[in-house]
């Protein structure tokens, strides 16, 4: 079964959901000597996004599961964590609490942050997937812009959701079908967060294109090779104060835009 979490609505517990965390276990690998000798300075864990700055000023974005503490403390680590080696947050990529999980990739999104990407463009996410109305595209996460853009084109558009309420999405299990048969897929960021990641990627058939979508998308090309991905667009931040006061004050992508930079790496 495909296990998404593709909003930020309160998930119920799926007893058959077995969460993966080997393309984060290779992440953390790729980006554990860059986080040597290095701190944390600031974290901050919003309603939409958690932020972390590093002491070398570098900063990463990372969605915020929804809460399930069923109390006031949703962290029993928390007031500890800020001024901890960036590798022991780094580590938080494969811990089994989705809110360190989010800590730990917006971590690896800020050592990301500092590395240099000379293939980075800002361009339309759409345009490297050249979608035209013959295309089938699945689409995991309801990224309202793109589906206005995508109706505009006429392709056939299947978005999966889970408990959504919206009538045109498919359920995860309607939606592994979607995703082994179409020749566009649009995948979410957040999957690292929950855990799904893994299964997107196997889920794909062969798509003419895929990308990986959203603030939480590590810039990371060497993570990828040998998917199906052709291209990782996610959020590199450049203004990481704007990003920490629209982050503590429960603002979301919109909010962001000014801070950050809406980038895009093809895959070769």
Same mark, same amino acid.
């Given at each position: 079964?495909?296990?998404?979490?593709?909003? +930020?609505?309160?998930?119920?517990?799926?007893? *058959?959901?077995?969460?993966?965390?080997?393309?984060?276990?290779?992440? #953390?690998?790729?980006?554990?000597?860059?986080?040597?000798?290095?701190?944390? &300075?600031?974290?901050?864990?919003?309603?939409?996004?958690?932020?972390? $700055?590093?002491?070398?000023?570098?900063?990463?974005?990372?969605?915020?599961?929804?809460?399930?503490?069923?109390?006031?403390?949703?962290?029993?680590?928390?007031?500890?964590?800020?001024? $901890?080696?960036?590798?022991?947050?780094?580590?938080? #990529?494969?811990?089994?609490?989705?809110?360190?999980?989010?800590?730990? #990739?917006?971590?690896?999104?800020?050592?990301?942050?500092? $590395?240099?990407?000379?293939?980075?463009?800002?361009?339309? /996410?759409? %345009?490297?997937?050249?979608?035209?109305? $013959?295309?089938?595209?699945?689409?995991?996460?309801?990224?309202?812009?793109?589906?206005?853009?995508?109706?505009?084109?006429?392709?056939?558009?299947?978005?999966? %959701?889970? !408990?959504? !309420?919206?009538?045109?999405?498919?359920?995860? %299990?309607?939606?592994?079908?979607?995703?082994?048969?179409? &020749?566009?897929?649009?995948?979410?960021?957040?999957?690292?967060?929950?855990?799904? *990641?893994?299964?997107?990627?196997?889920?794909?058939? +062969?798509?003419?294109?895929?990308?990986?979508?959203?603030?939480?998308?590590?810039?990371?090309?060497? #993570?990828?090779?040998?998917?199906?991905?052709?291209? *990782?667009?996610?959020?590199?931040?450049? !203004?990481?104060?704007?990003?920490?006061? /629209?982050?503590? %004050?429960?603002?979301?992508?919109?909010?962001?835009?000014?801070?950050?930079?809406?980038?895009? *790496?093809?895959?070769?």
């Amino acid at each position: 079964m495909i296990c998404f979490n593709l909003s +930020n609505r309160v998930l119920p517990p799926r007893k *058959i959901f077995v969460m993966s965390v080997q393309t984060q276990q290779k992440l #953390l690998s790729i980006l554990a000597p860059s986080a040597e000798g290095l701190g944390v &300075d600031t974290i901050r864990i919003g309603l939409g996004y958690t932020a972390v $700055r590093l002491e070398n000023g570098s900063t990463g974005l990372a969605w915020t599961p929804p809460p399930t503490a069923g109390c006031c403390t949703h962290l029993k680590c928390a007031g500890t964590m800020a001024g $901890r080696p960036a590798r022991e947050l780094l580590d938080k #990529l494969v811990d089994e609490h989705p809110l360190l999980r989010a800590v730990g #990739l917006a971590t690896a999104n800020a050592l990301l942050a500092s $590395r240099p990407q000379p293939h980075a463009s800002i361009i339309d /996410v759409l %345009e490297p997937l050249a979608v035209t109305d $013959r295309d089938h595209v699945a689409m995991v996460g309801y990224f309202g812009p793109l589906v206005q853009d995508l109706r505009k084109i006429g392709c056939r558009l299947d978005i999966i %959701e889970l !408990n959504s !309420n919206h009538p045109e999405t498919l359920t995860p %299990e309607a939606g592994r079908a979607a995703l082994a048969s179409c &020749d566009v897929a649009i995948l979410t960021g957040t999957s690292f967060v929950t855990g799904t *990641i893994d299964e997107l990627l196997v889920s794909l058939g +062969n798509p003419r294109a895929a990308v990986l979508l959203g603030p939480s998308t590590p810039f990371c090309p060497e #993570l990828f090779a040998g998917t199906r991905l052709t291209q *990782i667009s996610g959020a590199r931040v450049i !203004n990481g104060d704007g990003v920490l006061r /629209v982050v503590s %004050e429960a603002g979301g992508t919109p909010l962001l835009k000014p801070h950050v930079a809406f980038e895009t *790496i093809l895959m070769k």
